[in-house]
């Protein structure tokens, strides 16, 4: 991994990411909800509505090599992290870490981040780089505000918040 590069992904990259996606995703079998998992996890066609949504996805290779994906969104006030996914066999091996990093930089924004409550190597992913969940309520508002998701997952999900974010929550709203 000493060539790791980020990059911007490209119409060309979607076979990739969604393979990454849907071998990295193999972490969560066993622990997302199993009426909420589903072969494969994220269908082309749900990938191609996620970026058409605006998601923008970057790359983590080496060689040529993809070996993690991760989307970043505006949605106004804050940026979100969707869909980060790193190769099973390199995962817990920082790619994930370099990925958010160079994401955070990005934009200047609060960033949240949205994961499954049973995912506690996600959670603790993110709590060792920053980030700290929110409350249940907070949760569920942010949820319902700048994700687009099932009624389900809500309920069955987390989110994590930069200090960014959390150093802001006393401005109105």
């Known amino acids: 991994m000493s060539a790791l590069q980020i990059r911007r992904a490209s119409p060309a990259d979607r076979s990739a990411i969604y393979a990454i996606i849907n071998d990295g995703a193999q972490a969560y079998r066993g622990v997302i909800p199993p009426d909420r998992w589903h072969e494969p996890y994220m269908p082309m066609e749900e990938l191609e509505r996620e970026i058409a ?79 700290s969940l929110v409350t249940k309520e907070e949760k569920e508002r942010l949820l319902r505000k700048y994700w687009s998701i099932p009624e389900r997952q809500i309920e069955t999900s987390v989110v994590l918040a930069d200090q960014r974010y959390l150093r802001g929550t006393s401005r109105s709203r």
């Not at 992290?81 to 955070?104: D, M, N, P």
Request: glycine share 16%; net charge positive; proline share 1%.
């Open 53 to 131: 949504a605006s998601i923008e996805f970057w790359v983590a290779e080496d060689g040529g090599a993809t070996l993690g994906v991760m989307g970043i969104q505006d949605r106004g006030d804050v940026t979100l992290i969707r869909h980060a996914y790193v190769s099973t066999k390199l995962q817990r091996g920082g790619v994930g870490t370099k990925l958010l990093r160079h994401l955070q930089g990005l934009s200047g924004k609060p960033f949240l981040i949205g994961t499954w409550a049973a995912s506690h190597r996600a959670i603790a992913f993110y709590e060792r780089n920053g980030f």
